[in-house]
């Protein structure tokens, strides 16, 4: 069993920037591709970005690349997801998961935290 942690959201105003973080008490977690999902409300989840269990591959959804950069370091057991220029519509909850990569990227991922909420203000 892998439990993951997030945290880091809140609200911040249009053009600001957040970094969430999801911590894994799993001794395994570094053998886990992790990713980041978000939920805006009436919407469905989508995918954000997702990083290999060395961090050698990253991917992200077109249209958040070069606004948000996916990060871990396995030595903390935490995946980080730095957020910048953000936007309202960047406003929805956050989710980490944690699978195989290709899982992950699919949303299919076995393992996922309880959410962590951002908020952009125009």
């Known amino acids: 069993q892998v439990q993951l942690v997030e945290s880091g959201g809140g609200l911040v105003q249009a053009g600001g920037s957040l970094r969430l973080s999801c911590a894994s008490s799993a001794p395994t977690f570094s053998t886990y591709a992790m990713g980041w999902f978000r939920q805006a409300p009436g919407k469905e989840r989508e995918f954000v970005s997702a990083i290999s269990w060395r961090g050698s591959r990253t991917a992200y959804a077109d249209s958040l690349k070069g606004r948000f950069t996916i990060s871990r370091d396995n030595t903390k057991n935490t995946v980080y997801l730095q957020m910048n220029s953000l936007k309202p519509e960047d406003t929805a909850v956050y989710y980490c998961?944690?699978?195989?990569?290709?899982?992950?990227?699919?949303?299919?991922?076995?393992?996922w935290g309880q959410g962590t909420q951002v908020i952009v203000s125009s």
């Open positions: 998961a944690a699978d195989l990569m290709s899982r992950v990227v699919s949303g299919e991922a076995d393992y």
